[in-house]
């Protein structure tokens, strides 16, 4: 294996020839394979200093410069399904010099983005999203009496996904000239589960296969002559074609092929080539190896999946950190488990990230991985909560999103008990808008029979924890942000929470400040800096967002002169509306003013360089204020 420790942050020069779409197609074959190991290199070396999907990019290698070799772009359209391994794509299209810039701010995306190239055919975030996308490319293009290619790259993780199965459907019925290029490393961000993943994995290791073969040779042995060993081999091909992925998807439609090495370039670009001359919807079965060519990375491709900045020698994290909430999340469901049988856990193929995995280690019989299939485990944990369990759904925030017609008309509707747990609430600065959980609430408070909350540290989302588990007559959801709380030490005994009450921290006379969540630690700093302009502010953790606290409300806005929210949440349809909405219906007349994010799609980059740009810093937030009381 290549020793990374030599490289250099210089482009490398076989990568170097590499300036924009189309050079790579006038390459000799010969240089290929330099090629593949100077795009590697520089892969790891720059992203070493600003973080990324460094596994997924590394498995892609071959397959990006092979798919540059026989497709032109823009004419022909590739896209990416979740799109954070499309690196490599980006370097084989001009944009080798702005790697070093990738997540960060004013830098290019971690994701395809059309607006940031035409190469880029479309832009994601989240799984599921390229066949469907590339079947109504080729409809248009059908339409159109046009004649360039769609090629979707897909990872056998996204098979789990149920919009990549209603596409497959849907595909052979609507268009006649589609590449499915199925990547299969049996991992999405952890190991791949259920069915599909098993049956994408290798027939050698199938126990049908090996009673198959044996019998073959039996049936060989047991006759002479050159036409019974013609008969047993078609036997055996006839009866393997029933349990390889070829019957799966014939009978939907496409043609087969695979599996193919997807680490031998000219193998994989002489299928493409094959596959642009039919006529028909063809999948590609490519077996590649998720972080291929870093020893570190295929050591652990979860934590390669996504990480930020780390050693080349040896792939360690650069920097320490404290607990992050996704770590308390993990430890204290566990404990709460550890009393009560009838605690279950359900994820979407992010064990790891949840930190679920700290609770699979205690109770692998009541834990559960359905794959990138988030509408499915709401439902799933619906069905638990009929038959007395205690189901926590942990999913971010970002892909909660897909939940919400299961919470709506599942949960909420029926009043099941199902926990949902939303990871990654608020800003996820480096992935940009594909990934903020900045719509959660907005999103899930107008529902019925919810109760909502967000925890101001971590000793408190314990508490949270508790109390969730004790709610048994409707759903719950809590939300929490990315990376390490307030250091807050963890409770021994976490204690019941009063559903919809708030927590006052301080008095104060003329301005109320209702921060939710993290915004507390922001919303003391505020408290602080306008102490020293002599203005006196109360400071309330709201910890429920719905049901809200009401009275404590009415009894800020009549003892202050304005009332402030402080969220990590965007403004419309927010913390911050739902308490004037509660002003209008009550009839308060006090002034308010929410701050959150603005009403847009907030970019990649830094919690401090967006918070800054947004004006959610303290000095910021403190001249809204002054400005806003000098207007009262």
Not at 569 to 586: K, L, N, P
Request: glycine residues 8%; aromatic residues 6%.
């Amino acid at each position: 294996m290549t020793n990374m420790t030599s490289l250099s942050t210089e482009i490398p020069p076989a990568l170097a020839k590499i300036q924009q779409a189309g050079d790579v197609r006038s390459l000799p074959d010969k240089e290929l394979p330099e090629l593949a190991q100077a795009i590697r290199h520089y892969l790891v070396e720059t992203l070493a200093q600003t973080g990324g999907h460094v596994a997924p990019n590394l498995g892609v290698v071959e397959l990006s410069i092979a798919l540059h070799r026989v497709f032109e772009t823009p004419r022909d359209k590739i896209l990416f399904d979740v799109s954070h391994q499309c690196y490599v794509h980006k370097l084989l299209t001009g944009r080798v010099d702005a790697l070093s810039t990738i997540r960060q701010f004013k830098g290019i995306s971690g994701f395809c983005k059309r607006s940031e190239s035409e190469h880029d055919a479309y832009g994601a975030g989240h799984a599921g999203t390229a066949l469907s996308a590339g079947l109504g490319m080729a409809v248009a293009r059908d339409l159109a009496g046009d004649d360039y290619h769609v090629v979707s790259v897909v990872g056998d993780g996204a098979f789990t996904c149920g919009t990549t199965l209603e596409a497959l459907n849907n595909i052979a019925t609507t268009t006649r000239k589609y590449i499915i290029v199925l990547n299969d490393n049996e991992w999405s961000i952890d190991k791949n589960v259920g069915a599909l993943s098993r049956y994408f994995s290798s027939l050698q290791e199938t126990s049908a296969y090996t009673w198959l073969r044996d019998r073959a040779k039996r049936f060989i042995e047991g006759l002479a002559g050159k036409g019974a060993q013609e008969q047993a081999s078609k036997l055996v091909t006839a009866a393997r074609s029933l349990i390889t992925p070829m019957s799966f998807f014939k009978e939907l439609g496409f043609s087969y092929y695979g599996p193919i090495d997807g680490h031998d370039v000219k193998r994989v670009e002489r299928v493409l080539r094959i596959a642009s001359k039919l006529n028909e919807p063809v999948i590609l079965h490519l077996i590649t190896r998720k972080g291929n060519g870093y020893d570190p990375a295929m050591q652990n491709p979860t934590k390669f999946h996504g990480i930020g900045r780390y050693n080349v020698a040896d792939g360690c994290p650069c920097g320490g950190g404290g607990v992050t909430y996704s770590e308390v999340f993990g430890t204290m469901l566990s404990r709460l488990a550890a009393d009560d049988p009838a605690i279950t856990a359900i994820t979407a193929a992010m064990p790891s990230g949840t930190k679920l995995d700290i609770f699979r280690s205690r109770f692998p019989k009541r834990f559960f991985d359905v794959g990138i299939a988030e509408e499915h485990a709401a439902l799933f944990a619906c069905g638990m909560a009929t038959q007395g369990l205690k189901p926590y759904v942990a999913v971010y925030s970002t892909f909660m999103q897909r939940c919400v017609d299961m919470i709506q008309h599942d949960a909420a509707l029926q009043k099941l008990p199902v926990r949902f747990c939303m990871d990654r609430a608020g800003l996820s600065p480096d992935d940009g808008p594909t990934h903020h959980g900045l719509y959660d609430i907005a999103m899930m408070r107008c529902i019925p029979n919810l109760i909502m909350m967000q925890p101001a540290d971590e000793a408190e989302f314990c508490h949270m924890l508790h109390t969730m588990n004790q709610i048994d007559h409707c759903p719950s959801a809590i939300r929490y942000p990315r990376g390490c709380g307030e250091g807050t030490p963890l409770p021994e005994e976490p204690r019941l929470l009063p559903i919809g009450k708030a927590e006052v921290r301080h008095e104060g006379k003329d301005v109320a400040l209702i921060a939710l969540g993290n915004m507390n630690s922001v919303a003391a700093r505020v408290r602080e800096l306008l102490a020293e302009q002599g203005i006196d502010c109360a400071l309330v953790n709201a910890r429920f967002i719905k049901p809200l606290d009401e009275e404590c409300l009415r009894r800020m806005a009549a003892s202050c002169k304005l009332v402030v929210t402080l969220e990590d949440h965007t403004v419309v349809g927010g913390f911050g509306s739902a308490v004037q909405e509660c002003f209008t219906h009550a009839g308060i007349s006090a002034p308010l003013l929410p701050i959150g994010w603005p009403d847009a799609f907030i970019e990649h980059g830094t919690l401090e360089l967006l918070r800054e740009k947004h004006g959610l810093t303290p000095p910021a937030i403190v001249q809204r204020i002054t400005e806003r009381l000098s207007a009262i």
